[in-house]
């Protein structure tokens, strides 16, 4: 089992940035993809970016170039850099954890953006 912790969520005017967290604890596996997906209100869920363990990334056209994701392995952390920040931006973020060798799935409990001002 893999247990997924986000954080850094939070009301954020447009133009400005925000940096999220998730922190996996439990039996993490050595070859692990980490990604952040979102869902804005009445919308499916979509992948914004993922990092491989061996730190490859790959982004979404829609966040290229104003989101940063990035990966601390000691600390079984992923993050994700958000800037210029966008209304529609809006939504709730969700780290997702797939364990390669196992091929289990794990998501967290999703951490509310919202950019208003």
């Known amino acids: 089992q893999v247990q997924l912790v986000e954080s850094g969520g939070g009301l954020v005017q447009p133009g400005r940035s925000l940096r999220l967290s998730c922190a996996a604890s439990?039996?993490?596996?050595?070859?692990?993809?980490m990604g952040w997906y979102r869902q804005a209100p009445g919308k499916a869920r979509e992948f914004l970016a993922q990092i491989q363990s061996d730190s490859t990334t790959t982004y979404a056209d829609s966040v290229k170039g104003r989101f940063t994701i990035s990966r601390d392995n000691a600390k079984n952390t992923v993050y994700l850099q958000m800037n210029s920040l966008q209304p529609e931006d809006t939504g709730l973020y969700y780290c997702?954890?797939?364990?390669?060798?196992?091929?289990?799935?794990?998501w967290g409990q999703g951490t509310q953006v919202t950019v208003a001002s």
């Open positions: 997702r954890f797939l364990d390669k060798l196992r091929d289990y799935l794990y």
């Open positions: 439990g039996s993490i596996s050595s070859s692990n993809v």
